[in-house]
């Protein structure tokens, strides 16, 4: 069974309803993101970053997965489809995807301040008084900035052996997720679906520039796996 990689930020789950990560003036609802998405911020303020996600995380029950989620939950019958997203969301989840690697942590999950392997499943508000087992605060399940990203090598090993890369929804400029696209094999054909792409075909060998949304750009690229659909 052939291979799907697929790579997916904040444009695929903003057709759900979900706020991107910061807007162009480089706040996040009025926030510095380093007030809220770094271990200092955290460690200055931890009821403004808690406060912060349990926003998220409310706002995360009342949406859903939209048609591009479920496009890829599709592929699964006639393709071994691993996602590696850079969400924080559980969208591709609740959509039907079953290989999921969430690059950046998970809403629903907090884990110790003290054991950073003590991770629990998590779906009301976190707050401070909240401890894990050893009696430490919990914090999200989020990677901060300044933080290692411990699912990075899981997803290089899949892309390196990606027969299909698919990129969607993310402007290939966060590092590390955009240095994925140079572990795909040689001759491994790549899709990019933005409405305002970022790379053009002339960029990488092999590359298809979707200029689409991403429920626009999976229904396109359904009838190149499947035919008209």
Known sequence: ?????????????????????????GLWEGHDVLEVASPEGFAKNPALVLDFYNQRRRQLHKVHPN??????????ADYDVHII?????????????????????????ARSTL???????????????????KNAQLRPHIVW???????LEQAISLTAQADFLIIIGTSMQVYP??????????????????????????DFKHLTVLKATATEGMKQLLKQFYGKC
């Not at 790579?7 to 003036?25: H, N, P, V, W």
């Not at 048609?67 to 699964?76: D, G, S």
């Not at 900035?145 to 699912?151: D, I, Q, S």
């Not at 997720?177 to 075909?201: E, M, N, Q, R």
């Open 145 to 151: 900035f300044g933080e290692a990203v411990p699912a």
């Open 1 to 25: 069974m052939k291979k799907i990689v697929v790579l997916t930020g904040a444009g695929i789950s903003a057709e759900s309803g979900i706020q991107t990560f910061r807007d162009a003036d």
């Open 177 to 202: 997720a955009a240095s994925l696209v140079h572990y795909t094999p040689a001759g491994c054909p790549i899709y990019f679906i933005d409405p305002k792409p970022s790379v053009k075909a002339s």
């Open 115 to 133: 054991d950073e392997h003590l991770i629990y499943d998590w779906t009301e508000d976190l707050n401070l008084g909240h401890t894990c087992e």
């Open 67 to 76: 048609a591009a989620h479920l496009a890829l939950a599709k592929l699964q």
């Open 85 to 109: 997203t850079q969400n924080v969301d559980d969208l591709h989840e609740r959509a039907g995807s079953k290989q999921v690697v969430h690059l950046h942590g998970e809403l629903l999950k």
